[in-house]
């Protein structure tokens, strides 16, 4: 119903930046604007932890406390692309991210997707 593709993972020192894409398709139904998009993260051998997302409703954002203040989550629903601005970054954040999408609007730092990206992976070195 809904694909997402990420894009934009690769290696990059510590205290560098990247920004992940997660471009959207395929549901005719449903605007990508009424879906709630949000990262999450799964190191080896660790269970997937949220990172951030923006809620459909009001485009409120939310954060990890690991991640707050560093990241930036946004979206462009013109593109239907969300976005995860990472800055300062750290080698805790080496991982897999993944794109998600839920349907309903959140209101804290948690969400519950329908879809997920199959995910890209983000080295950061020291």
């Known amino acids: 119903q809904v694909q997402l593709v990420e894009s934009g993972g690769g290696l990059v020192q510590a205290g560098g930046s990247l920004r992940l894409s997660c471009a959207a398709s395929g549901d005719s139904g449903r605007a990508f604007s009424m879906y709630t998009m949000g990262w999450f993260r799964q190191a080896p051998g660790k269970e997937r932890l949220f990172v951030a997302a923006?809620?459909?409703?009001?485009?409120?954002?939310f954060y990890a406390d690991s991640v707050n203040g560093r990241f930036t989550v946004s979206r462009d629903n013109a593109k239907n692309t969300a976005y995860l601005q990472m800055t300062s970054l750290k080698p805790e954040d080496t991982a897999v991210y993944y794109c998600?999408?839920?349907?309903?609007?959140?209101?804290?730092?948690?969400?519950?997707?329908?879809?997920w990206g199959q995910g890209t992976q983000v080295t950061v070195s020291s």
């Open positions: 923006i809620s459909w409703i009001g485009g409120g954002t």
């Open positions: 998600a999408a839920g349907t309903l609007p959140i209101t804290r730092a948690t969400m519950s997707p329908s879809y």
